[in-house]
């Protein structure tokens, strides 16, 4: 015999506790399921899990589209982040529900493999698991609409890849950037923007890929905006160790060590007896000569610029600048492989090695210095395999929105520079795509078709969305383009005047990575949480307060065993 055991726990939740119970032959209930942990079955559990799912949808649904309002993000420590980013959000978010860290994945997946659609992709998600308990509701079994979500993304992805057109040109890179940042805080500068995140991905763009950790981006507090620049090279923040060094070199030729140029100390300690002072001379000039040995090395190379990744006497620094030649030390090791990628050099581990060969060439080095401090450019590095981005603003926070701009134009560049091919944004491409789904759901049959059309119904979300985002009839809206779409398939919104109008011709696109990922990470998400029937969750334990009086140290009369140490 087996029954249920029902526990009413003090929570939101009516909660199944003890699990089943199956009573052995002398009558003793034996538990199959720790009665500490705490267990949600059956309809109750997916609808707690559908519930926590639209709740992270509902977090970032209004900052969709170019009207999306923005959250402001506050630390424990007071920091403050204003975005519109959907990654950003819930990556800052302290989300503690497991379904709903698995429609934060959703983000982190997009964001990872490509740069953006990140709110639309947990929209979407949101969307398909609201659907799906509508069906579920209505005697549609979970297995079924999993089939049919299954069968709907397939045909999703088929009806994108043939919606794509090829993007080669400059100009189309330039679009898509551009459409990446419509809608943030730095939008005012979106041409600018993305004509330099385009250069810099066009410059490390090699063999069909383009790493990005070749694009370093440099933070200048205190400037404009639109001075923001792409430097076809490197940018370090280190200046020359001499103020009357020289504040530009033309033709730099660019020595890279990474090795101490400073007197080494032995490994153990030493006595040196000093008789006179003119042994206490000899021994100095000795050290001198070791040290100017060492620049000696980097003048007959011809260098006239040297970046030291270890420490450096002032004396070769000082020996150095009266060559005129520019020595800076202690380079970060990253910031040392980027001016290997960036100028052709060798860095080397003995200075006695450094030849002609080793050193690294630029255009133009320039400092921007204050006092002891600045940043260094290696300018015009032909072939340069790492680039920078310098972004300068008034305050750190814009600093910061447009460092993140600048990320997903980024990323948003390198897709299309990878596949070559985009597809109508401003929801023209979901448009097309659910009226695609809705003739393809009668020709399957039975009740898969419903869960289709709802997978439909669900990217239509993303064009009502950004409607209702932009203040517009989101009736009106769906009707509309499903209007125009009988005659141009790449319709889509113009919230600037509600009108359904032809995304390519506007310049409004997308990669279509961003849409393929978006429909593959969403759609096995959603599968994932309509499979669960049930979840088990271990309860939080915390250490029993003992009050001091309680403790063995305070017993009176208790003491540890004496131990016999004689045989």
Partial sequence: MSFAL???????????????????????????????????????????????????????KSTLGPRGMDKMLVNPLGDITITNDGATILHDMDIEHPTAKMIVEVAQSLENSAGDGTTSAVVFTGALLEKAESLIEKGVHPAVVVKGYR??????????????????????????????????????????????????????????????????????????????????????????????APLKIVNPNIALIDAPMETA?????????????????????????????????????????????KGMDDKVAAYLQNRGIYATRRVKNEDMQHLADATGGRPVRNIKELTEKELGHAGLLEQDRDDEQGKTYLRDCKGA?????????GTEHVVDNLE??????????????????????????????????????????????????????????????????????????????????????????????????????????DPLRVKVNSIKAGSEAATMVLRVDSMLRAQRTDMQDVKPEHRASTYEGMSAPALNMHR
């Fill in 6 to 60: 029902s526990v009413i726990c003090p929570s939101i939740h009516t909660i199944i506790s003890g699990g089943f119970v199956q009573m052995d032959k002398g009558g003793q209930p034996v538990f199959i399921i720790d009665p500490r942990k705490e267990q949600t079955k059956g309809r109750d559990a997916l609808s707690m899990n559908i519930a926590a799912a639209k709740a992270v949808a509902n977090i970032v």
């Fill in 151 to 244: 069968l709907a993304a397939e045909k999703a992805v088929e009806v994108f890849e043939k919606l794509a057109v090829p993007a080669k040109e400059r100009e189309l890179l330039i679009k898509a950037a551009r459409t990446s940042i419509t809608g943030k805080a730095s939008e005012k500068y979106s041409n600018l923007i993305a004509e330099i995140c385009v250069d810099a991905v066009l410059a490390i763009h090699e063999d069909g890929k383009a790493d990005l950790k070749h694009v370093i981006l440099s933070k200048d507090v205190g400037g404009l905006v639109e001075d923001t620049e792409f430097v076809e090279g490197i940018v370090i923040d280190k200046v020359a160790l001499d103020k009357k």
């Fill in 265 to 309: 100390k032995t490994a153990n300690k030493a006595k040196l007896q000093i008789s006179t002072v003119s042994d206490i001379e000899n021994f100095v000039k000795q050290e001198d000569a070791a040290l100017f040995e060492m620049a000696d090395y980097i003048i007959r190379a011809g260098a006239n610029a040297v970046f030291c990744s």
């Fill in 385 to 393: 395999k790492s680039v920078s981005i310098v972004l300068r603003g």
């Fill in 404 to 509: 993140r701009a600048v990320d997903d134009a980024l990323k948003v560049a390198k897709c299309v520079v990878e596949d070559g091919m985009v597809v109508a944004g401003g929801g023209a491409s979901e448009m097309e795509v659910a009226l695609s789904l809705r003739s393809y759901a009668s020709s399957v049959g039975g009740r898969e078709q419903m869960a289709i059309a709802a997978f439909a119904e669900a990217l239509e979300e993303i064009p009502r969305t950004i409607a209702r985002n932009a203040g517009l009839d989101t009736i009106n809206t769906i009707v509309n383009l499903r209007a125009k779409h009988a005659d141009n398939k790449n319709a889509g919104l113009n919230v600037l005047t509600g009108a359904a109008e032809d995304m390519l011709e506007k310049g409004i696109i």
